[in-house]
């Protein structure tokens, strides 16, 4: 078991019998976890966990019922609906329930459906963000999500819909029109039909995308590639699932800030990788 960290002097809010709490655990590494989901850990009677929580973060509740309720494409998984009334009943047998979800609960991880399900059954919650995947796996990979000489917005797009297949609604042309940085989640599976849709919307086959799975963990790997390339290059270096996809050119940041390549004793391969010819504090 991994030793629990103190919390520091503050007025927490105690769990109390009969309440959900909805809690982002943060991309992976136990450290991104917030202090209020630490106080929940050591408060609930059950956790309810997903796929994409580490081991170690569930040592942190050693007196809680530890619950598996994961989803992950392809493989046979816990049907939402029965997640969400099983939160319902635990809470009404007066349990303190920790719903602990990866990344954000309310970022592309059905927090919202859950939250709402037990606010219907009467059910009171209360709401912990976790750090998204999309932003802090990225910062993990060296890649900022928002530079000042790339993008002035960004848009976070889901790589599949309700059904598992890639969504058919989201339109295309305007999300490759109106953001300069796309960051894609859970879509590696389409990353064909993704790169398709993009190219054929006018994003540029030349165009940076990094590919970062098990963001933030041990086992993190980083894909640098080209949108025309990216399905190949998945496949050539036999990446999986969970994966993060970024589209644009603050994936060539990753050439200056790849921290955990330099804390290994790289050196940055290219200081100025957006061709300024400007020091990164000259506006």
């Known amino acids: 078991m991994t030793q629990t960290p103190d919390l520091p002097a503050f007025d927490w809010p105690v769990m109390e019998p009969g309440w959900v709490w909805l809690c ?3 991309p992976g590494d136990p450290g991104l976890l917030t202090l209020h989901a630490l106080n929940a850990l050591r408060q609930a009677d059950v956790v309810i966990f997903d796929a994409l929580v580490q081991e170690a973060i569930l040592d942190w509740a050693p007196q809680a019922e530890h619950i598996y309720a994961g989803k992950r494409g392809g493989k046979p998984s816990a049907k939402q609906r029965d997640i969400s009334l099983r939160l319902v009943d635990l809470a009404r047998a007066g349990k303190r329930v920790l719903r602990l979800k990866g990344g954000d609960p309310f970022v592309f991880g059905r927090g919202g459906e859950e939250a709402q399900t037990l606010v219907q059954h009467n059910v009171p919650v209360r709401i912990i963000p976790g750090i998204s995947a999309g932003i802090g796996g990225l910062a993990y990979a060296g890649i900022p999500v928002t530079h000042r000489d790339v993008n002035q917005s960004v848009t976070f797009v889901t790589g599949h819909d309700q059904s598992g297949a890639a969504p058919s609604s989201l339109d295309w042309a305007s999300i490759s029109k109106g953001s300069q940085v796309l960051v894609i989640y859970m879509g590696m599976k389409h990353a064909a039909q993704i790169a398709g849709h993009l190219i054929g919307a006018g994003r540029q086959p030349s165009e940076p995308v990094a590919v970062v799975t098990s963001a933030t963990t ?10 025309g390339t990216m399905v190949d290059d998945i496949a050539a270096t036999g990446m999986e699932p969970p994966a993060i996809i970024c589209v644009g050119r603050s994936v060539l940041m990753r050439q200056v800030l790849d921290w955990q390549g330099m804390i290994a004793g790289e050196a940055p391969r ?9 020091p990164a504090e000259i506006a």
């Open 270 to 278: 290219d200081l100025d990788p957006l061709g300024r010819g400007l």
């Open 218 to 227: 041990a086992d993190q790997r980083v894909l640098e590639t080209t949108l």
């Open 24 to 26: 982002g655990a943060g």
